[in-house]
């Protein structure tokens, strides 16, 4: 158990309060302790990863969220090609080529980038076996 899971309620509300305000000043606020304390807390090395922690499993969390929102959100693009509108129709289509440019392009992005990695790689070689063999 970290020390800031044996501490105090107001440091616990102060952690919660940190992730969901947006400032120091309001965070303090809301878990009822005094700014100048709660910025004090944040110069403790076990506060402060125990706020990174939190931080971090809040981050996964929302990450989540949205991936699996994106998944629904092409589910009901894909329903509605079927739609009566062409309106709609032409939208949905147009949302999905869009998104799949997009996808297209970060895929391409990667690769490029992974390319001119192993292209530097292989020049530093190359740079090596050139100052062994002089």
């Known amino acids: 158990m970290s020390a800031v ?5 107001g440091q616990r ?4 309060a940190l992730l969901v305000s947006p400032s120091i000043r309001a965070a303090a606020e809301s878990a009822g302790v ?8 944040l110069t403790q090395a076990d506060f402060q990863n125990e706020y990174r922690r939190l931080s971090r499993e809040t981050h996964q969390q929302a990450v989540s ?3 699996s929102a994106q998944l629904e ?5 894909t329903r509605l090609l079927a739609s009566r509108s062409p309106d709609v129709r032409l939208r949905a289509a147009g949302k999905l080529l869009d998104l799949g440019h997009r996808i297209a392009a970060d895929d391409l992005d990667q690769r490029l980038t992974r390319l001119e990695e192993i292209a530097k790689q292989q020049e530093q070689e190359k740079w090596a076996w050139d100052a062994r063999t002089a």
Do not use: N
């Open 34 to 41: 005094g700014e100048s304390t709660l910025r004090r807390w």
């Open 73 to 77: 959100a092409v589910a009901v693009l």
């Open 5 to 9: 899971e044996r501490s105090s309620r």
């Open 65 to 67: 969220a949205v991936l």
């Open 13 to 16: 509300a102060a952690l919660t």
